[in-house]
């Protein structure tokens, strides 16, 4: 908890300045006492109460006058508030160990799905926009919440030679640089990071290894100085298996004319999945590593991420209820003192 006036904390020392008034004034009351010569006089007078019941209302004094100071001294709390205004970069692996059938009907068909159906969850939330790479990376769809047209260029991802993981997180993060001011493009000077992450996130589904480009760790730094978190989904499974693409689903040039009319079957895939990297990334930048070797994993795996970061934290004023707190328990500490020391005879 962060106080915007927090010099006012001072009032607090009011508190027992009130009781040493007190104090002072019983003293006096008592150099005053008045001779009676009936005990059954003194004992109508006082009141019946316990020794405990007499310190209930100066308790909840105190606590009411506490309260008041805190107040006074603006203090804000940092919430988790869901919001509508995040960007969310989807970065696709589009190499052509995505068409492994080691994922039925092969990976990159279970990709496709996959984010179409968590882009459809996001309908009217957060801004999608779409990164793919293979040998290289280019964003595909800039941030929008144009639901059909992110989903429609799914439909005609292609697969290529390479992969480029860092270069990839690098366009994400010059995307999310068009549509959010507070986050740098890259090779921008940055400040030191601030305590909040952006209301930003990079999502990054591969199934194999960076092999070309920057490096990934020195991406996920460039990242991790804009507060923006990278959520890295390591796909498929590490068993050897065929490799199968129809037509339509790779570019004949990245692969040198590999392939013919009816697609092409490359053997099998014994690549491997690089999750220490994976994790590294996720763990430079705030974000966190998931493991999908099914289609049923990796719709879970999309699921589950937007709660951690389409809900961001805000500072907010709590200073109203500190003060309706006081209030209630200072009246409540003059409502009892009152009724506990009325006259007998009105009891």
């Given at each position: 908890?962060?106080?915007?006036?927090?010099?006012?904390?001072l009032s607090v020392l009011a508190i027992p300045l009130i009781f040493a008034i007190r104090a002072w004034a019983l003293r006096r009351r008592r150099r005053a006492a008045v001779r009676v010569t009936s005990i059954a006089l003194?004992?109508?007078?006082?009141?019946?109460?316990?020794?405990?019941?007499?310190?209930?209302?100066?308790?909840l004094l105190?606590?009411?006058?506490?309260?008041?100071?805190?107040?006074?001294?603006?203090?804000?709390?940092?919430?988790?508030?869901?919001?509508?205004?995040?960007?969310?970069?989807?970065?696709?692996?589009?190499?052509?160990?995505?068409?492994?059938?080691?994922?039925d009907p092969n990976r990159i068909t279970a990709a496709k799905k996959a984010a179409a159906q968590f882009i459809e969850s996001q309908r009217g939330g957060p801004?999608?926009?779409?990164?793919?790479?293979?040998?290289?990376?280019?964003?595909?769809?800039?941030?929008?919440?144009?639901?059909?047209?992110l989903v429609e260029a799914l439909e005609g991802l292609t697969v290529s030679r390479g992969t480029a993981i860092g270069q990839a997180m690098l366009a994400a993060i010059d995307a999310i640089a068009e549509v959010d001011p507070a986050v740098?493009?890259?090779?921008?000077?940055?400040?030191?990071?601030?305590?909040?992450?952006?209301?930003?996130a990079i999502v990054v589904l591969t199934d194999g290894a960076n092999?070309?480009?920057?490096?990934?760790?020195i991406a996920a730094q460039e990242a991790a100085l804009r507060r923006v978190r990278v959520f890295t989904i390591g796909f498929g499974t590490t068993k050897p298996?065929?490799?199968?693409?129809?037509?339509?689903?790779?570019?004949?040039?990245?692969?040198?004319?590999?392939?013919?009319r009816g697609g092409f079957d490359r053997g099998r895939n014994v690549r491997m999945i690089d999750e220490p990297a994976l994790k590294r990334i996720a763990q430079t930048t705030g974000g966190s590593y998931h493991r999908a070797e099914n289609a049923g994993q990796l719709q879970t795996?999309?699921?589950?991420?937007?709660?951690?970061?389409?809900?961001?934290?805000?500072?907010?004023?709590?200073?109203?209820?500190?003060?309706?707190?006081?209030?209630?328990?200072?009246?409540?500490?003059?409502?009892?003192?009152?009724?506990?020391?009325?006259?007998?005879?009105?009891?």
């Open positions: 908890m962060e106080f915007s006036w927090p010099w006012a904390l003194v004992r109508l007078a006082l009141p019946r109460r316990t020794r405990w019941t007499r310190k209930i209302p100066p308790a105190i606590t009411g006058l506490a309260l008041l100071a805190v107040g006074a001294a603006r203090p804000q709390a940092s919430v988790p508030v869901p919001t509508t205004s995040a960007t969310i970069l989807l970065a696709l692996d589009t190499s052509g160990s995505m068409c492994s059938t080691d994922v801004r999608i926009g779409l990164v793919t790479f293979a040998g290289s990376a280019g964003l595909l769809v800039p941030p929008t919440d144009d639901t059909d047209a740098a493009p890259t090779g921008a000077d940055v400040a030191a990071p601030g305590p909040d992450y952006a209301g930003a092999t070309q480009g920057v490096e990934p760790q298996a065929p490799m199968v693409c129809d037509n339509s689903q790779f570019d004949g040039r990245g692969f040198g004319g590999w392939g013919g795996a999309l699921a589950t991420l937007p709660g951690s970061f389409i809900v961001v934290r805000q500072r907010v004023d709590t200073a109203a209820y500190f003060a309706a707190g006081g209030a209630v328990l200072i009246t409540a500490a003059l409502s009892l003192s009152l009724w506990w020391n009325r006259p007998r005879s009105a009891r």
